[in-house]
């Protein structure tokens, strides 16, 4: 295959932003890079370049209820009664829905400008809790919706055995995400290796769903399956679940993680909403990744995680898009930041150093925190994947901006309006903000959800 050569006027790269840029793609890597050049007869010529995002929590299923859930029910609605909605959605879904609603959300976040994203998987069997014959039935239309796409995928396949702490029986609602045992986890882990065998640069972790749904013994059965492979976790999302894990071990479930897990850089631990201070700073020393999913966890009324205090102590963080409500990398960073400003009636709070931009300091975290958390490299770098996202510098928002200040731009005000052009691989799988098959993937999801919501 011949080299694709890509100029830019302005392109972020590791060491920083750098001028007429000349990025040269074999084999799906970043060859060559070059800056202070001259494009050549040839080359395709386009304004900004960053790296792609990687987006490290997601539920491709729930795009399918987005909106769903927003009635008044007759008891004070919070994330459970949600969790009610979402178990009955559930029912009416199989195979080629899953794979039919995975690929429109897989196309929205390329479009938005996440190029990988991170599948906490955990929906295993079919409606009612009966076994596929493949035991990876639903994790091969995963790994079939991002091949179709284009997107990167590190695949979180996750183990679920129980209802509560301490190994509390299972609910009806929950019957399609267990694996009764570890073994027979292991035996869907195994699968789920032929699930993504087809994909170029897909990554393999494991997900303990929560303390809630393993216990310790299990906990400490299956995380040897990951090998080096990322270990995700959803943690401290709901006060409940902590007054639930104090009842039952007298510990938090964070301050238990860092316990009793050794917690790492291999770690990444979902929302951890709720922390006390001294848990706060434990948890950014770990080395471990915390995965923020702002625009959920506002959907849900979680909470607000203590992100300057984090930050201050050093924490790493990485954003998701979790329940896919809504699907704009920018506008996760947004709220990120605006939740902290209405809790702190400050500006400009989770910026690195003084007189930085606070766009480029929440994009450079949730690139490399993104990055460790999806086991993949970050950046644009040579021989790094070619994951590049252009913004339209015509775009209202960025007029006149130059370098930090379009990343300003993008994130606070013009957001997923501003992606000109996604390229995973070096393949181009998005084109004036489009995916190359938005139409297509778009129609098989309208008629599937007509079918499920008739
Ligand atoms: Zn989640």
């Not at 013994?217 to 990951?226: Q, R």
């Not at 938090?252 to 929302?271: K, N």
């Not at 995965?291 to 102590?313: K, S, V």
Request: with cysteine; aromatic share 6%.
């Amino acid at each position: 295959m011949q080299d694709l050569h890509l100029w830019f006027e302005q392109a972020l790269l590791p060491e920083g932003w750098r001028d007429s840029v000349r990025l040269s793609v074999r084999g799906g890597g970043l060859a060559s890079i070059e800056s202070g050049v001259d494009p050549q007869p040839g080359d395709e010529r386009h304004g900004v370049a960053l790296p792609g995002l990687p987006n490290v929590h997601s539920h491709a299923f729930q795009r399918g209820m987005a909106g769903l859930a927003e009635r008044k029910g007759p008891a004070r609605d919070s994330f459970w009664t949600w969790r009610e909605v979402m178990y009955r959605f559930l029912d009416r879904i199989g195979p080629e829905e899953v794979e039919a609603i995975a690929a429109l959300a897989f196309a929205e976040m390329l479009e938005s400008g996440f190029t990988r994203v991170g599948e906490f998987h955990y929906l295993h069997h079919a409606p009612g809790g009966g076994a596929y014959d493949n035991p990876a039935e639903l994790a091969e239309r995963i790994a079939a919706a991002a091949g179709a796409t284009g997107i990167g995928l590190t695949l979180l396949p996750v183990f679920y055995a129980h209802g509560g702490f301490g190994g509390a029986p299972p609910t009806l609602g929950q019957a399609r995400f267990l694996s009764r045992t570890p073994d027979a986890y292991a035996r869907l882990h195994a699968a789920t290796v032929q699930a993504i065998s087809g994909l170029d640069d897909a990554v393999l972790g494991v997900a303990p769903h929560s303390l809630r749904a393993v216990t310790p013994e299990e906990l400490a059965v299956v995380l040897p399956l990951a090998g080096n492979g990322p270990l995700h976790i959803h943690a401290a999302e709901q006060v409940k679940e902590v007054e639930d894990c104090l009842a039952w071990c007298g510990a938090r479930p964070v301050e238990w993680l860092l316990d009793h897990a050794r917690l790492s850089e291999r770690w990444s631990v979902i929302h951890a909403t709720h922390l006390t201070p001294d848990e706060t700073k434990r948890l950014a020393r770990s080395g471990a990744v915390v995965g923020l999913c702002p625009l959920t966890e506002a959907n849900l009324g979680d909470g607000i995680f203590p992100a300057a205090e984090y930050r201050q102590a050093g924490g790493r963080f990485a954003v998701g898009s979790d329940s896919n409500i809504l699907i704009d990398a920018a506008r996760e960073l947004e709220l990120l930041e605006y939740a902290q400003r209405l809790t702190h009636r400050g500006r400009n709070l989770l910026v690195d150093a003084e007189d930085a931009s606070t766009g480029r300091s929440l994009f450079d975290q949730a690139l490399s925190g993104g990055s460790q958390s999806l086991g993949v490299e970050s950046g644009l770098a040579v021989g790094a994947s070619a994951d590049i996202v252009s913004l339209d510098v015509d775009h209202p928002s960025l007029v006149e901006r130059k370098h930090d200040a379009l990343i300003d731009g993008w994130i606070f005000a013009a957001q997923r309006a501003a992606i000109d052009c996604v390229w995973r691989r070096g393949t181009t799988v998005v084109n004036g903000g489009r995916h190359r098959d938005a139409e297509a993937i778009r129609a098989r999801y309208r008629a599937t959800m007509r079918a499920v919501l008739a």
